[in-house]
């Protein structure tokens, strides 16, 4: 007898997701014709261990990291390993090195989105707590592909932006609070469901794109069209993903943003190339006063004295990037809150 399951459970979760993972799971029956892959958008170090072990302490399910290439199995729940995507296909596990998504990789919305390519109508998502909009375009394109919608009561969640997200943009099938999750997904699943919704055809192009480490620009123009921003990892640019619940974009690399992550990451980027710049200053400032002494020292006076005026000067322009990246710092916390 197989031991493929009929249903496929994706479960995304970031900030606050972990606890709220945990509870959930506890209500999972053992008995259902299902596995689980679960996404956390946390630590890109170790957490995958660290989420298994706790998982293993609150369920008979058996729990493990993903391994690429292995069958998927019912009464399994699969872990993303940390900086690995997963997804599933053909009754498989697959783990990419893609680029990331949403600043993330392993990415919600990969996972959930080869789900509804590969399982359809009996792909079930669910998403729980978390800050912006992740897993909001992959529980898009599991509901235009015939699955489930499930999000956690953001009620109850410890942040309620993710689950807020889905239901704002789309009709959630199901709102629910953790400790009634397993109910709900044994009556889904005792459901006889169809399988003739195919896949929209730029849900499955996408999730071909999120299996390969790169993409083209012939690959991107067949869901998208060209923007006026450029990618803040690589420089490229960014295309407008047609059809998607949420306005997104991608590069011909393959990095993907919604509208409200692009924001966040670009804040990011020009903090970073702001620091850098600030660091030059200071840099450039000691070299000016080292001038200054030495001129002096010499008895250069009009020389060193030049010296003084330019350090002066510099001590001015670093005053105003330290305002700068301040004032940036505090948007950009403004905006992923």
């Not at 993409?215 to 869901?223: A, S």
């Not at 010296?307 to 992923?336: N, V």
Request: aromatic share 6%.
């Amino acid at each position: 007898m197989s031991s493929h399951p009929r249903f496929v459970i994706v479960i995304g979760a970031s900030a606050g997701g972990l606890n709220a993972l945990a509870e959930m799971v506890q209500s999972l029956p053992v008995e259902l014709d299902a596995a689980y892959c679960v996404v956390l958008h946390l630590s890109r170090k170790g957490i995958g261990d660290f989420v298994v072990h706790r998982l293993n302490k609150v369920t008979t399910l058996n729990c493990s990291m993903a391994v690429n290439g292995a069958e998927i199995e019912k009464g399994h729940i699969y872990v993303a390993p940390p900086n690995q995507h997963l997804l599933v296909k053909n009754g498989k596990i697959l783990l990419g090195s893609g680029p990331q998504e949403n600043r993330f990789r392993p990415s919600i919305d990969v996972l959930f989105r080869s789900a509804a390519v590969a399982y359809t109508s009996h792909a079930i998502g669910i998403i729980l707590s978390g800050m912006l909009d992740d897993g909001t375009s992959g529980m898009w394109a599991i509901k235009r592909s015939g699955g489930i919608c499930i999000v956690q009561d953001p009620n109850h969640a410890e942040y309620p932006d993710m689950p807020l997200s889905v239901i704002n943009n789309m009709e959630a099938d199901h709102v629910s609070e953790l400790s009634a999750m397993g109910g709900l997904i044994s009556q889904i699943t005792s459901l006889d469901r169809r399988t003739d919704i195919p896949a929209p055809q730029d849900v499955i192009l996408e999730s071909q794109i999120a299996e390969k480490t790169a993409v083209g620009i012939d690959d991107i123009e067949k869901i998208a069209d060209k923007s006026v921003f450029a990618c803040p990892d690589c420089g490229g640019n960014l295309w407008a993903v047609q059809g998607d619940i949420l306005n997104r974009y991608r590069c011909h690399i393959g990095h993907s943003y919604t509208e409200r992550d692009l924001v966040v990451k670009q804040a990011e980027t020009a903090s970073t190339t702001l620091w850098v710049a600030l660091r030059m200053m200071e840099e450039r400032k000691h070299l000016l006063r080292k001038l200054e002494v030495d001129y002096a020292q010499k008895g250069y006076t009009s020389l060193s004295h030049a010296q003084y005026e330019k350090k002066d000067e510099m001590q001015r322009h670093i005053d105003t990037l330290k305002d700068i990246l301040a004032d940036l710092q505090s948007h950009d916390t403004d905006m992923a809150y």
